[in-house]
């Protein structure tokens, strides 16, 4: 693809945190010729409709970021939802994208495809290497199949099709409803009502000891612009920071941004997840990218984002 600042991009999910994110990023390039649907003017599970909108618009390039997802709670309780609308909404755009000749296709997947007890830090290679963590096994095994059918259509069709799978992401239009939300959004939530409750408060799932990576969305969005314009046509990217922390260590971040002064509490009769989940990010490296934004500093910019929201 020549990288031509009207060159038509097609976002799917542009409203999302991934999608929205993305927008921002090519925007800042001075990319204009971005196309995007609301789900009442374009439904992803329609195949037709979706068929016809790329035959029409045939744009350059495409970013996948369209996804129904949710935290431990949704994935586990709506798991034929889950497995059902990512499949559908992804295999109507690859297909969609193949017939009507676009080249070039960003997916997104998500780290949740490796299996529950990888060794850390967790290489592309690792797919498909074990069984996947119980909670979100239909969430998961939607995105690796649409990692599947990027290589497959590479093979058979000569497309370029690329996969990035980035680490837990947070930032600018998170969910921040507890029943649906990350662990993140969670906490800033819990955290700001906390304080203006006056309670001493900040009940924290699990033991507080698993290890997890956070990526502010926006490094997501500038390494998948980054990997259109280094003209990548396939394989699997890990998108991440290559570093962790504790969950307790986590918490103890946010109450430092949203200035709540209280305890926490550990509630051990929820689950810890897997104990550790740390990307190996040398692929990325390799290439001359590396996320740019510090913890505490994204975590501010979340604050600040979700103190809007509630405005």
């Given at each position: 693809m020549a990288h031509t600042n009207d060159s038509k991009i097609y976002i799917a999910g542009h409203r999302g945190?991934?999608?929205?994110?993305?927008?921002?990023?090519?925007?800042?390039?001075?990319?204009?010729?971005?196309?995007?649907?609301?789900?009442?003017?374009?439904?992803?599970?329609?195949?037709q409709a979706v068929f016809n909108f790329l035959q029409v618009e045939k744009p350059s390039f495409i970013f996948l970021a369209a996804a129904k997802v949710g935290g431990i709670l949704a994935n586990d309780t709506y798991r034929g939802q889950f497995i059902y609308e990512n499949l559908t909404i992804q295999a109507n755009i690859i297909h969609g994208a193949y017939l009507a000749g676009v080249k070039r296709l960003c997916f997104l997947g998500s780290s949740c495809i490796y299996p529950w007890d990888c060794p850390q830090p967790i290489r592309e290679e690792y797919l498909l290497t074990g069984p996947l963590e119980q909670t979100n096994e239909p969430y998961a095994t939607a995105k690796i199949a649409g990692i599947k059918l990027c290589e497959s259509y590479n093979r058979q069709y000569g497309c370029h099709f690329f996969s990035i799978m980035p680490t837990n992401l947070y930032g600018p239009k998170d969910n921040y409803d507890l029943?649906?939300?990350?662990?993140?959004?969670?906490?800033?939530?819990?955290?700001?009502?906390?304080?203006?409750?006056?309670?001493?408060?900040?009940?924290?799932?699990?033991?507080?000891?698993?290890?997890?990576?956070?990526?502010?969305?926006?490094?997501?969005?500038?390494?998948?612009?980054?990997?259109?314009?280094?003209?990548?046509?396939?394989?699997?990217?890990?998108?991440?920071t290559g570093t962790d922390i504790t969950i307790r260590?986590?918490?103890?971040?946010?109450?430092?941004?949203?200035?709540?002064?209280?305890?926490?509490?550990?509630?051990?009769?929820?689950p810890d997840g897997t104990p550790r989940k740390l990307l190996d990010v040398s692929k990325m490296k390799q290439l001359g990218w590396q996320a740019s934004t510090p913890l505490r500093k994204g975590i501010e910019l979340a604050y600040a984002d979700y103190c809007a929201s509630l405005n």
């Open positions: 945190m991934v999608g929205s994110a993305i927008m921002r990023r090519l925007t800042s390039y001075g990319y204009d010729n971005l196309v995007m649907r609301t789900r009442q003017e374009l439904d992803l599970l329609n195949q029943a649906a939300s990350h662990v993140l959004p969670a906490l800033i939530r819990k955290a700001h009502e906390a304080k203006q409750s006056g309670s001493q408060k900040l009940l924290v799932w699990g033991s507080g000891q698993p290890r997890r990576e956070f990526l502010y969305v926006d490094d997501l969005a500038d390494a998948s612009v980054f990997l259109m314009l280094k003209g990548i046509e396939e394989g699997i990217y890990n998108i991440g260590e986590l918490a103890q971040t946010v109450m430092d941004v949203v200035g709540f002064h209280g305890m926490i509490v550990f509630d051990n009769s929820k």
